[in-house]
């Protein structure tokens, strides 16, 4: 085996013990001699970092792009940023409503917009991976449809775009999606929500955080929500208990230990509605096309960690991140058959049931030495770091046969046989090590070079209990790395340009029995930051190339087999501002034009296909302005361009939604109304080879908060 867990496990955990006993010493001299330091006076507002509260929509830091808390402007690599205040104003109900006026996204197209039961988005051209999926830094590695990640309980969602392997290890092309915890604060903070809104949303919310002793070194936080709600489709249920406690132990000001915790249960349905692709309009929206008695999809996640920071003086510090999380999925729904070939009447379709229960755990552990020094030549910060992971999946699955359904007349309550025995059932364990460097380097105050490179080994192993002939074994190891030049302009602009590699492993042989090595990627940008001085604002343009290789596509001479030899580019320009005005008024928006296809396949036919479920263009713009001290309104729009099915037999139209808020705030107490799809647009979200899925119709919450 290329790596030890056992070895690894005892790397990761000594670390923090020898940075304790390193603190402790550096304590014992200092009390030996003393020391006067200066008074210093503090107004204004709290100094942002990469992890804390932001003030407003525009964030200036982040800790996603470089590992360490950085500068966005020195950032070589476009990188966006939506804050607590940006998803609470909105009334952000799930990541997809989050990311909506971001650049470079689209919806994901996993069936609805909706996005209540799994975070999927496609960036720059590419489905964002489940490995791409960050909480605080280190990899969730939550299966794709195993629940999705609850707002309420995040300070801020940060989107790395492009190739991010060098960091972060094995991941796709598209980039990384980091979600930042809220974390204790030493402020207190106290709110209790109550949300009502249509398909009878019922919601309670709580948080609350502040220091458990006199001297402040011990800090608390509980996040919670609870949700009681259906959905726009028949039959459809979206139920939520989400539970966050957090606690910080800062003995010192060189010392800071988080523990961070979550539980959450989801009780919901799948979207099963639509219409058909050559009749994307033919069935009202409420339309149910599964089967009422055989309809849940339920999930629970829980996940216990820490992150452990020790300054020892100015140069060193070292950070330490673990987290161990466990997750549950069961579902049970009727659906079209897509393996069974068309059905005679194109107002028909047959079905099967599909049933699944799929455990998943997962450990990682990612520790840091960080060094800042300076030299005759410049400003340097170094960084390196060793990440461990270690995850599990333990799948069954079991089908049958169903009754086809008129999706224009349904009769429901027909015969479902489920068989007893499952068509699958398989075992898997991924152990994952890497070893990153990196080098920021500022020269003459003005140019900045960024460089780094990781180099990972991957151990896969899947168990096949129903055919042990597809049972594998595969070992993979790939170097990634990004090297990235900024200039930082006295007037507050920032051109950069900059390359990055990632991998992703590829599991599988070809015919001859080759394993198939890792998918890789890389990307050429060059783009332009721009913070006026003395403002709260930040605009963004970003021109890219990005590529993807080792694609699998058929095996002409072996046509069940595939073979390496595809590829894919995606090319454009995406556009970001958001800025506060006078203190009243905040703007956010955004412009992407992507052009994504296939430019390398066995079959000619795929030869210039467009990826599914990312427009060509789109175009965002929230505006909201505070009219009286007590009274906020907002209004935003989203043009979204046609997406295309996987084969491009469909696709969609264009379409323009609104959305609004009004907030109207009195001492403690604050009143607020959010509406998505203002004026109750229908159109078709997304569409596979089968059939098409509708966006979500107008959706109204109201909530009052109260705040102390």
């Not at 919310?205 to 006199?214: I, K, V």
């Not at 890389?522 to 694609?551: C, H, M, S, W």
Request: aromatic share 10%; with cysteine.
């Amino acid at each position: 085996m290329l790596f030890s867990r056992r070895v690894a496990l005892a790397c990761a955990s000594a670390l923090p013990a020898l940075a304790m006993q390193a603190a402790h010493a550096q304590s014992a001299s200092d009390a030996e001699v003393p020391r006067e330091l200066p008074t210093v006076t503090v107004t204004g507002h709290s100094v942002e970092t990469a992890t804390g509260p932001v003030q407003g929509y525009v964030a200036k830091r982040t800790g996603t792009g470089t590992k360490t808390d950085t500068p966005i402007l020195e950032v070589p690599q476009s990188i966006s940023v939506v804050t607590r205040d940006e998803i609470a104003i909105q009334g952000t109900t799930n990541l997809t409503s989050a990311l909506r006026y971001t650049s470079g996204m689209g919806p994901g197209g996993y069936e609805s917009d909706e996005g209540n039961l799994y975070d999927a988005f496609t960036l720059r051209g590419f489905l964002v991976s489940d490995n791409a999926l960050l909480q605080d830094g280190t990899r969730l590695n939550v299966n794709l449809l195993g629940g999705s990640s609850e707002p309420y309980g995040l300070e801020r969602i940060e989107v790395l775009k492009g190739p991010s392997a060098g960091l972060y290890g094995n991941s796709g092309p598209s980039g990384v999606i980091n979600l930042i915890s809220k974390r204790p604060t030493a402020d207190p903070l106290h709110e209790i929500g109550v949300t009502y809104g249509r398909y009878n949303r019922r919601q309670l919310t709580t948080d609350h955080s502040g220091a458990l002793n006199d001297s402040g070194t011990l800090l608390y936080r509980l996040t919670a929500l609870g949700r009681k709600s259906n959905t726009f489709v028949d039959y459809g249920k979206d139920d939520r208990v989400f539970i966050a406690p957090a606690l910080t132990w800062k003995p010192s000001n060189q010392t800071r230990f988080t523990l961070l915790t979550h539980y959450q249960k989801n009780t919901a349905t799948d979207y099963l509605g639509g219409s058909m692709g050559n009749n994307q309009f033919g069935n009202p929206r409420h339309r149910y096309l599964g089967e009422p008695d055989l309809n849940y999809y339920n999930t629970s996640s829980k996940s216990a960690g820490y992150v452990f920071e020790h300054r020892f003086n100015d140069m060193w510090k070292f950070t330490q991140s673990l987290r161990y999380s466990r997750s549950t999925m069961d579902f049970g729904y009727v659906f079209i058959d897509r393996w069974g070939g068309p059905s005679s009447d194109p107002s028909v379709i047959d079905r099967v049931p599909n049933l699944r229960h799929d455990e998943y755990s997962y450990l990682t552990a990612d520790s840091n030495v960080q060094a800042n020094w300076s030299a005759i030549d410049g400003v340097h910060t170094t960084l390196l770091g060793l990440d461990y992971g270690r995850s599990t999946s333990d799948r069954t699955g079991w089908d049958g046969t169903a009754s086809s359904l008129n999706i224009y007349h349904p009769v429901y309550g027909l015969p479902i046989m489920v068989t007893t025995k499952p068509w699958r059932r398989d075992y898997a364990v991924q152990r994952q090590l890497g070893l990153y460097l990196q080098q920021q380097s500022t020269f003459a105050e003005h140019w900045v070079v960024t460089l780094g490179g990781r180099q990972d080994w991957i151990v896969y192993r899947k168990d096949d209990m129903i055919k042990p002939a597809r049972s594998a074994e595969q070992s993979d190891h790939a170097f990634s790395g990004r090297a990235g030049l900024n200039y930082l302009f006295d007037n507050g602009v920032a051109p950069y340009i900059s390359y990055a590699t990632s991998f992703e492993p590829t599991v599988g042989t070809t015919w001859e029995g080759t394993p198939f090595k890792p998918t890789t990627g890389r990307q050429y940008e060059i783009g332009l930051k721009y913070q006026p001085p003395g403002t709260n604002a930040l605009f963004t343009a970003a021109l890219y190339d990005l590529r993807q290789q080792n694609v699998k596509t058929p095996d002409l001479v072996h046509p069940r087999e595939k073979v390496q030899t595809g590829a894919i580019r995606a090319r454009g320009l995406e556009l970001e501002g958001k800025a506060e005005i006078a203190a009243r008024t905040q703007i956010r928006g955004s412009v992407t034009f992507t052009n994504a296809e296939i430019t390398k396949s066995n079959r000619p036919a795929e030869v210039g296909r467009k990826m599914a479920d990312m427009p060509k263009q789109a175009m965002a713009l929230w505006v909201d302005h505070r009219f009286m001290p007590n009274l906020t309104v907002g209004l935003g729009a989203r043009y979204i361009g046609g997406l295309y099915s996987d084969s491009n037999k469909y696709k969609t139209a264009s379409r323009t939604v609104f959305d609004a808020m009004a907030s109207y705030r009195l001492d403690k107490w604050s009143l607020t109304l959010n509406v998505t799809n203002l004026f109750d647009k229908k159109y078709v979200s997304a569409c596979n080879d089968d059939i098409c899925w509708y966006g979500a119709p107008l959706n109204a919450m109201l909530t009052a908060n109260y705040a102390w």
